[in-house]
Structures are given as C-alpha cells and as structure tokens.
C-alpha cells in the first residue's frame, strides 16, 4: 500500500513540474495564442498548428505555416494555374533565431562601420525586421516569387501583381506593406513589398494580441535590441501596414 502511494506520489509531483514547464514554454495571452508564438519562440516543424509546405507550392525546402494560411495558399494557387500563373512560396514561417541570423547579418556588415547604432537600426529596418517584431514569426505571412518590386512591374511578374490584386482577398491574402504614397493612409515603418502577402483571418486577430500583451521590454537578445524604442518598432514597424479588413 505504501509503494503505491508512493508511486502516485512521484507521477503526481512529476506532472506538476512538467505542467509547470509546459506553461513557462507557452504563456497564452489571450486564450488563442501564445506570447512564444507572437514572439517567434517556436518550432513550426513541432508545433501542432504548423504544417510543412509541399515541394509544388514552395521554391525550397523545409518551408512551414499554420496549416489553415497553407490551405488556403493551395486554393490560391490552383486559382493562379487556371490562368496559366505560377506562384512559389520562398519565405514562409521565420523563428526568432532565423530572424536574428538575417538581422545580425546585417549589423556586421561593412558598410555600417562607423555608424551610430540608431541609423544603422534604421538603415536595416528599411525592409528587414528586429527578431521577435517580423510578421513572418506567426506562420501567416509569405513572401512570392522574388524579393524585388521590379519583378512584379512587367512582364510574368506584373501578370502575378495583377492576379495577386484581383484574387488574394478571395482566399484571405491581403499585400501588407503597400506603397506609403498610395496607402489608405499615411504608413510608416518597412518600404513597399509586392512579394509579402499576409493571410488576414489570422494575421489580423496575431496583431491585436501582440498589440495587447508585447512591449519592447519582450524584444531583446540580439544585436542592436537597444533601439527598439528608439525607433517605435511597435508603433511604426509592427504596426505600420495597410489597414487591413476582413473580407
């Protein structure tokens, strides 16, 4: 009788200390999603809302996304064949540390020797993100085909922006970051990118929780972290896209 009170006594102290653990990994802060996830503190490849994009769909391997945006992207993309169009997948989900090897890349690189950290921060910021602030973290964003507005100016690459235009909202894409010269509104933050596409149904509920439960006290552990207020990377990069609407 002892030994089995016993043994329930060790399994029952022992889930204790791993629900314990289990909730330190996973803070949930608005009942939906975690602040690891709003931070990019996950592993997609492990994580049950995560799925690994089919080869088709990608331009590499080892892409992920909520398995809900990756659905959708199938449907998107089969709209695209019907009118002869190709669209790849060449950047889906990002970790923090993914981000933090793009980002101090970036902040070693020659050309900023000398600089004052705020301009270099600033330099970056012109279409990179500070990791644990990159829209890319939550598994609903993707960047197509090629990272260069010019593609999509002319010939197979306007095709695209134009499809993209006409048909992404049917299938909950919405391009975030517009031109600031043409936006609904006056937006701050990262240039225009004609390859990011952000699926809203679920982007769209991520920023309001980061909005609600992240401040710059969260965004830390990499090089150049120290300007984050400096450069409101909450008010003007976080938050600086198109107004976007649920369609």
């Known amino acids: 009788m002892f030994r089995v009170a016993l043994i329930l006594f060790v399994e029952c102290t022992l889930f204790i200390h791993l629900s314990a653990q289990d909730h330190t990994r996973n803070t949930v802060v608005d ?63 990002r970790s923090f540390s993914y981000q933090q090897s793009i980002w101090e890349r970036k902040w070693a690189k020659p050309r900023y020797m000398g600089w004052d950290a705020l301009d270099k921060a600033l330099d970056i910021l012109t279409y990179s993100s500070m990791p644990g602030t990159s829209r890319h973290h939550w598994g609903t964003d993707i960047d197509l085909n090629a990272f260069e507005n010019e593609y999509f100016e002319s010939g197979e690459g306007l095709e695209v922006y134009e499809f993209l235009n006409r048909c992404a909202s049917t299938y909950g894409f919405q391009q975030v970051y517009t031109s600031k010269e043409t936006s609904q509104s006056s937006r701050s933050g990262y240039e225009e990118e004609k390859w990011h596409w952000s699926y809203t149904p679920i982007s769209i509920p991520m920023l309001n929780a980061y909005n609600g439960f992240i401040s710059t006290e969260d965004i830390q552990g990499f090089q150049g972290a120290s300007q984050a207020d400096s450069v409101n990377i909450i008010r003007d990069y976080v938050n600086g896209i198109k107004i976007l609407d649920l369609e």
């Not at 602040?35 to 769909?57: M, T």
């Not at 996304?65 to 993309?77: D, G, P, Q």
């Open 31 to 93: 009942g939906e999603f975690s602040k690891e996830e709003l931070l990019g503190q996950i592993n997609p490849d492990s994580h049950a809302s995560f799925s690994l994009v089919p080869q088709k769909y990608a331009s590499k391997p080892g892409i992920y996304l909520r398995t809900e945006v990756l659905i959708s992207f199938k449907a998107l993309h089969e709209a695209a064949i019907d009118e002869g169009l190709e669209i790849k997948i060449l950047s889906g989900t």
